[in-house]
């Protein structure tokens, strides 16, 4: 389970995480949503370490981020992580070098299921091919938890449907997943749990199986509700 | 460490174009000057001998001098041009070893940084390419001293010319004096100060890529105060302490002062990548 408890974050003077707390459980897919600027990026690069925290804590399984851990954590940002002028088979190759739990064969394979060719370069790729390209990279890895940053980012609708379709499938099963995206849609019946954010605090966070049970709503009826206040 | 291996190998990749480029660059241009001198010089002698109608080179020489390589080493030419190329692009690419990473489309440094193993590995290792890499130039230059030589010595006839050995030719020449030092006090100076200010350097970076704005002023800052440090045996050399201070003291002293600024930037540095940056 990755918890956080009263995270608080500045960028400056400007105060981007407001004592956010919320868990994200193992096996469970749990959505952070909310306009621009709202701090969804801010909280997945804070799990991973990748911009420190003012106070509050982390937690993933009970201990506090560290190295080790970005094997068993996976982070897929919105941009790719490679170099532009290296192939996705290089970019194969260097993952393979770094982290034990690269699985080649899950890479393999989804390299054809996205229609990727290997011989490319990552800068010759469009946004859609990067998308994939990037979901793979988190697919691929034997990891416990994937932090997905806006997956469907400036991505068609055919693509969409693609990278969807995986949150579907048994690649996923039994990872815990933490999206962010606006791009809500596709993928709500497969939600969990939702945080909804605004200015860095969180607004509302239900699970969305209750939600739908018990009030009847939606995930985007929620939103609606939530952000056009 | 296996890490540390990888990485370094990794950016040694990546520096290989450029370094080629330069080696190529630095070949051609230094083989050519030495080349085109010896030319100049046996052109010029046959154009005196003709004029003073002189029939072997060795009246020329006895009328008018021997030519050597070492005319070619004590003046601004085309060798410190190549020269300074080369630390010109090492200087920058030790700025950009951690820009290139973060600036642009595709940030790198959040993959390098997501690596299941300690930040240091990085540092170390990004450290150490550009120095292999300057290493490496340095080592070519010890290489086209001898080689440049021979070419010379090839084109101008022994009549004429006066072989000067390896040590004093490149003492000749005031840049490659300080890069290929004889004496092994003076190497430690050079590249001593050198490394300390890449290690410097570094800090600043990332207190820059940490804290931005503020990060730059304090690194700023911080590099100001390490210049300081750094020049307080040579402030004590100018001033009337120096009487109370051996040589050899204010040598100890220069040397304990860039291991400390050097052991605690890097630490600082580390520290830094592993807890501070912000991607």
Redesign the interface.
Known sequence: MIELVDVKKRFGLKKVLQGVSFTAPRGAITCLTGLNGAGKTTILKAIMGLTPIQSGSIRIDGSAPHQAMYERIVYVSDQLTMPGRMRIADCFTFMQDYYRNWNSDRANELLARFQLNAADKVNSLSKGMAAKLNLLFGLAMDADYMLLDEPFSGVDIFSREEIAAVFSSEMVEGRGIILTTHEIKEIEHLLDYVVMLDHGRITKQFASEDMRMEEGKSVVDVMREVYKR | MT?YW?LLS?ELR?LLLPFCILVVFTTVIQLYNAYSKAHKAVDYANKIMKKERLTTMEQYANAHGYFSYSDSFNQLNWIIFSIFICAAFVGFYFVMIWYR?TL?????M??L???????NNLYWAKLTAPLLIMFSLLALQQILVPIGDSIYSSIVPSEARQDVPLEFLIGLNPVLNILLSNSYIDFLFYYGTGITAVIVLFTVILLERSY?L?GLLAGLAYAAAAILLIAIPLFLLQSDLRYSLTEIQLTIMYFVIIALISGVSAWFGQHLLA?????
């Open positions: 890490t990888k990794f990546r990473d642009g489309r595709h940030p790198f959040t993959r940084l997501m690596l299941p193993s300690s930040r931005r503020y807890k501070k940056i912000s991607i």
